[in-house]
């Protein structure tokens, strides 16, 4: 991704991302200079660099009457992105229980191919939440990858997601379950005479449900707290029949 608009996302417009990074690029500069760069009048470069300023990405000190620019540490893009991730995490209850009490509709979310499926698995690092899954192993790591699995596994461990796996007894999943301490999981073997043939992942308020089919793997996400409750329901009763 170009890098100008890797900073839009931080909630930029296209000309602050400019300036900023004109002043970035060239260390100190002008309003005469910026403008000069980035052919945009000088009274608007006036009136971004201020906002800027107020933002913390740039400063400036005075010489012989001109104000000379220079941007902050990129850095600075980080914090206010950790500041904003803080401040949203203190109304998340808040604004959770205002969707709870309006009645909200469950969300549900399809995603088709390997590819798409793996965002649920993005998003699973990005809610940070104890999971619950049920998978057969060996169809999972056909879909996905090994590599792909294997990166999953150490995010969520880096990250002290816990996860408690039910899956079909094999070599490959007895091998798994001897390496249980070191990545978070707990794994338990579904009993024999019960065919598992998608992949489930209950986490937070959200269940994914995964079709295997190897022509057109599908998954179907579904957020509700009500599903949510009822799927970890089922997962307690089959971990208590599996070993």
């Not at 850095?75 to 904003?84: D, H, I, P, V």
């Not at 007894?169 to 009993?191: C, G, M, Y």
Request: with cysteine; hydrophobic share 40%.
């Amino acid at each position: 991704m170009h890098i100008q608009k890797v900073i839009e996302q931080f909630g930029y417009t296209p000309n602050e991302a400019r300036v900023y990074l004109t002043v970035l690029h060239k260390g100190e500069c002008t309003i005469a200079d910026i403008a000069a760069t980035t052919t945009m009048p000088r009274t608007s470069v006036k009136v971004i660099v201020d906002a800027l300023h107020k933002d913390g990405l740039l400063n400036y000190y005075v010489k012989k009457r001109y104000k000379y620019w220079i941007a902050e540490s990129p850095e600075k893009l980080l914090a206010r992105l950790r500041e904003r991730e803080t401040a949203l995490r203190s109304v998340l209850p808040d604004l959770n229980a205002l969707r709870h009490q309006s009645g909200a509709k469950p969300i549900v979310k399809i995603y088709s191919g390997p590819e798409e499926i793996k965002l649920i698995f993005e998003d699973i690092i990005a809610t940070k939440h104890n999971i619950l899954g049920i998978s057969p192993w060996e169809d999972w790591i056909k879909l996905l990858g090994e590599n792909f699995v294997n990166d999953f596994t150490e995010q969520r461990a880096s990250h002290f997601l816990h996860i408690k796996l039910l899956v079909g007894k094999s070599a490959n999943s007895s091998h798994l379950k001897a390496h249980d301490e070191n990545v978070q999981r707990e794994t338990r073997f579904i009993p024999e005479r019960i065919k598992i043939l998608s992949a489930t992942f209950i986490y937070a308020n959200k269940v994914a449900i995964i079709s295997l089919n190897k022509k057109l793997p599908t998954a179907v996400l579904i957020e509700d707290s009500d599903v949510s409750h009822t799927m970890t329901v089922f997962f307690n009763e089959l971990w208590e029949l599996s070993s």
